[in-house]
């Protein structure tokens, strides 16, 4: 079983629409990150999460930690939006690596 | 913004040879990571290097696997014999020691042909 889940695996949504991607996991953690991977391969950290909500520009990130569970949301989607967003959880124990979940690709559509 | 910067972008190489990946971590960091994604597949974690000295490795860091940072600036990942198996991003990664906030090269894709 994977110690990070996201859903749904692919999104694609038009221009406008509220965006929600979700994940959850099955470990105990730290700290919850929201990343972004754009089509040449970089990563860019968007959140890192202990509790609580994060709020920047139209994204929106919150997390439940009795839940093990963190919703990316994007308000007024928007064909730059494109990417993979991924769920990275960085664990309790040892040296604070990262754990990805696989990904999801969202596309939005003029 | 202070950048974690990553050469190559991109190098091929044949099957059997050695390649070093090379990263400049952000100056005051103190964890330096090395991740892995196979094309297609999620990121995988190899390596966290911390006070000039492996802190933790995952089952994929065999003996043919390296890291260095020698000259308190560079941080290199060497690969001694090169497997098609190879092939894929390579991210470098670094943070401070007062909190989880990870920053990521913009990473070195390799083939192995």
């Known amino acids: 079983k994977n110690e990070v889940e996201q859903s749904p695996q692919n999104l694609t949504a038009q221009e406008g629409e509220f965006i929600t991607i979700n994940c959850s996991y099955s470990v105990g953690i730290s700290a919850l990150h929201w990343l972004q991977q754009h089509p040449g391969g970089g990563i860019v950290s968007l959140f890192m999460?202990?509790?609580g909500k994060k709020k920047h520009g139209r994204l929106i990130a919150t997390i439940n930690i009795q839940e093990k569970h963190s919703s990316l949301h994007i308000t007024a989607s928007h064909p730059r939006d494109s990417a993979v967003y991924i769920c990275a959880v960085s664990l309790i124990q040892g040296a604070q690596k990262l754990v990805f979940g696989q990904g999801t690709r969202l596309t939005i559509n003029p | 913004e202070p950048e974690v910067t990553q050469t190559p972008s991109h190098q091929v190489t044949q099957m059997g040879q050695e390649v070093i990946l090379r990263c400049v971590p952000i100056s005051n960091h103190l964890y330096f990571y090395w991740y892995r994604q196979i094309l297609g597949q999620k990121v995988e974690f190899l390596v966290s290097?911390?006070?000039?000295?492996?802190?933790?490795k995952s089952e994929i860091f065999d003996d043919q696997f390296s890291v260095e940072r020698p000259d308190g600036s560079n941080f290199t990942l060497k690969i001694r014999s090169t497997k098609l198996e190879d092939s894929a991003m390579y991210f470098c990664?670094?943070?401070?020691?007062?909190?989880?906030?990870?920053?990521f090269g913009s990473g070195t894709r390799l083939t192995v042909v």
């Open positions: 290097f911390y006070n000039n000295e492996i802190s933790e």
């Open positions: 999460l202990s509790s």
């Open positions: 990664a670094s943070r401070d020691g007062f909190n989880y906030g990870y920053t």
